[in-house]
C-alpha cells in the first residue's frame, strides 16, 4: 500500500469518526450505543538533557531568507554564565570615481548602523570595544564553516569606542519595528586611515593595470585590506548591528583645494563580502558548567536551556512515544492530533525568550542529522529514501543533493509545509507546535522506516541572537489524540 492509499485511508478514517460523533446521537434523542471508534487521549513524558554543540554557524549573506547581523557586547546571566560577542568583516569601495590627486586626508571612521536588538542588563552602562585590523583574509567560499568559535588572526588596533543605549527604548523600537536611524561612530587610527586614502590616491594616480585593479577588484583590494575584527572589552549587554544598511560602512573624509570637504565609502556588505560573529560563553559555576561537547548534561535543578549564539540547546527523546506506536495493542491506530508544549518558561524584562523554537532531528551521537555531497553513494541512496518515507513532512532533497536547509540538517516539516516550530506566548508563558502528520507517517510502519527518537529544540536565528530559554524538564510534554476502531 502506498503512501498516497494509507494517508487516504487515514483521512477516510478521520471522516468516518466525524460521522461516528454526528451519529452518536439518533433522531430521538438518545446517544447511539454502537459507536465504531473509541477516541482517547494520552500525554507522553518526554526525556531531556542539555547539549553542548561545537558549533554553530554566524556567517551574515549566507542563507536569503535569514536574518543578517553583527553582535557586539557581553552580559552576564546567573544561571547560565557569561557571553560576550564581537566580529569580523570585510570591506570594499563601491565608487570608481577617482579623487583629485592634490587631495588630502582627514580622517576616517567607522560608522555601524544599530538594528534594535539587544538583549542583557537594561541599565544604561556603557559597551566598551576595540577594533583590529585583520591579519588573515577571510573568504567568502568559506562562509558555511565560519562558527560562533571561529577566530581569525588581527593585526594592530586600529580604533575603540563606547556606546551607551536604552535598552528599554531599544526593545520597543525592535518589537515595533521602528525605522529610526541610530549609528556608532568610531574614529579609525591616522595610520590605518592614511593606508585607506593612499590606495585611493594610487587608484586615482596610476600607471599600471595593477594600481587601478587594486581599488576596483574585491580579491586584490582584500590581499591588502583584510578586514576589521571589533571585539568588546565589557559591558552588561550586547546590541545588534545591521551590515546590511548603506550606513554601515567606512567613512574616509578628505579635502579638496577646489571643493568642498568629500568621503570615500566603503560598506560592509556586498555581494562578495563576508562578515561573521564571534561569541563566546563563560558558564563556570554555573547551572550548566558543562566543558564536553555533545555530552548529555543533566544538572541537579533539573533546569532545562536554550542560548542561541552559543550552542547550549536541549535534546528531546522520543522513547515513550515510540514504545507506544509499536505496541501490539494498539492496531489500528489513526493519530488525530500530536503536539508538543513546553509551560512554565521563565522569561523576565531582561531575558526574554525568543518567539520560536525548531525542533530539529539529531543522531544518536549527539550530532544534528545532516545530509551531504560527502556521504557514498550508499549513504545518499539510504538518506533519500529516508525522506521518500516522509515525502509530506519533509523537505524532498533536490537531484544534485543540495542542502536541505543552509546547514544541510534534515528538518521536519507539518501538513501546511512549514517548519515543525514551536510558538511562544508571553501571555501563557508557554511554547507549543503541533507535528499532526509526521506523527501520522511515524504510526505508519514501513520496512527499512526509521523512527526517529531524539530531537534538539534550536532557536530560529542561530547565532545572530543570544536569547536564551529556561524551563522545568518536567514541563516537557507531548500530547496526542487518537482513534482506535472499537471490536465488534
Request: glycine content about 4%; aromatic content about 12%; charged content about 20%.
Amino acid at each position: 500500500m502506498n503512501l498516497w492509499v494509507k494517508r487516504t485511508g487515514l483521512l477516510l478514517l478521520a471522516a468516518l469518526f466525524l460521522l461516528a460523533c454526528e451519529d452518536e446521537a439518533s433522531l430521538l434523542g438518545f446517544r447511539n450505543p454502537k459507536s465504531k471508534f473509541d477516541v482517547r487521549f494520552i500525554e507522553f513524558p518526554v526525556y531531556s538533557s542539555v547539549l553542548w554543540l561545537d558549533s554553530v554557524r554566524s556567517s551574515n549573506f549566507y542563507w536569503p531568507s535569514e536574518i543578517n547581523r553583527l553582535l557586539l557586547g557581553s552580559y552576564t546571566d546567573e544561571k547560565l554564565g557569561t557571553v560576550s560577542a564581537g566580529f569580523y568583516t570585510q570591506f570594499f569601495p563601491t565608487t570608481t570615481a577617482k579623487i583629485a590627486t592634490n587631495s588630502t586626508l582627514d580622517s576616517a571612521v567607522l560608522q555601524l548602523k544599530l538594528d534594535f536588538y539587544t538583549y542583557g542588563n537594561i541599565t544604561m552602562n556603557p559597551i566598551q570595544f576595540e577594533v583590529y585590523e585583520l591579519a588573515k583574509q577571510i573568504s567568502r567560499n568559506s562562509a558555511p564553516f565560519y562558527f560562533n568559535k571561529t577566530t581569525v588572526p588581527t593585526g594592530p588596533m586600529v580604533g575603540s569606542g563606547s556606546l551607551i543605549i536604552n535598552p528599554l527604548e531599544f526593545q520597543n523600537k525592535f518589537d515595533s519595528a521602528k525605522k529610526d536611524t541610530v549609528l556608532i561612530r568610531i574614529p579609525l587610527s591616522s595610520a590605518f586611515s592614511q593606508k585607506l586614502f593612499n590606495a585611493a590616491l594610487r587608484y586615482a594616480n596610476g600607471t599600471t593595470p595593477q594600481d587601478s585593479l587594486q581599488w576596483r577588484d574585491f580579491s586584490i583590494f582584500t590581499k591588502e585590506f583584510k578586514g576589521l575584527a571589533v571585539k568588546a572589552i565589557s559591558g552588561d549587554k550586547i546590541v545588534g548591528i545591521d551590515p546590511v544598511h548603506f550606513e554601515s560602512r567606512i567613512i574616509v573624509h578628505y579635502q579638496n583645494p577646489t571643493l568642498d570637504s568629500q568621503t570615500i565609502n566603503l560598506p560592509i556588505a556586498g555581494n562578495a563580502i563576508t562578515s561573521f560573529n564571534e561569541i563566546k560563553s563563560d558558564r563556570a559555576g554555573s547551572e550548566v558548567d558543562i566543558n564536553q561537547y555533545f555530552t548529555d548534561f543533566d544538572p541537579v535543578s533539573g533546569l532545562r536551556c536554550i542560548q542561541s549564539g552559543v550552542g547550549l540547546f536541549t535534546k528531546l527523546d522520543f522513547a515513550e512515544f515510540i514504545s507506544f506506536l509499536e505496541s501490539d495493542t494498539l492496531p489500528n491506530i489513526a493519530i488525530n492530533s500530536a503536539e508538543l508544549v513546553i509551560s512554565d518558561v521563565e522569561s523576565t524584562e531582561i531575558f526574554r525568550s525568543p518567539g520560536e523554537l525548531y525542533v530539529r532531528l539529531l543522531d544518536p551521537d549527539n550530532r544534528l542529522k545532516k545530509f551531504n555531497r560527502q556521504k557514498t553513494a550508499q549513504a545518499r541512496d539510504r538518506d533519500q529514501k529516508i525522506i521518500n518515507l516522509y515525502n509530506n513532512s519533509t523537505r524532498t532533497l533536490t537531484p544534485d543533493y543540495s542542502v536541505v536547509n543552509p546547514d544541510s540538517v534534515l528538518t521536519i516539516f507539518t501538513e501546511t509545509s512549514t517548519y515543525f516550530n514551536l510558538g511562544y506566548s508571553s501571555s501563557a508563558n508557554t511554547y507549543r507546535g503541533f507535528f499532526t502528520l509526521y506523527a501520522q507517517e511515524m504510526a505508519i510502519p514501513e520496512t527499512d522506516k526509521p523512527r526517529f527518537r531524539y530531537y534538539i529544540l534550536y532557536p530560529k536565528n542561530g547565532a545572530k541572537t543570544v536569547n536564551r530559554v529556561l524551563f522545568h524538564k518536567d514541563n516537557i510534554k507531548l500530547r496526542v489524540y487518537y482513534t482506535l476502531p472499537k471490536a465488534d
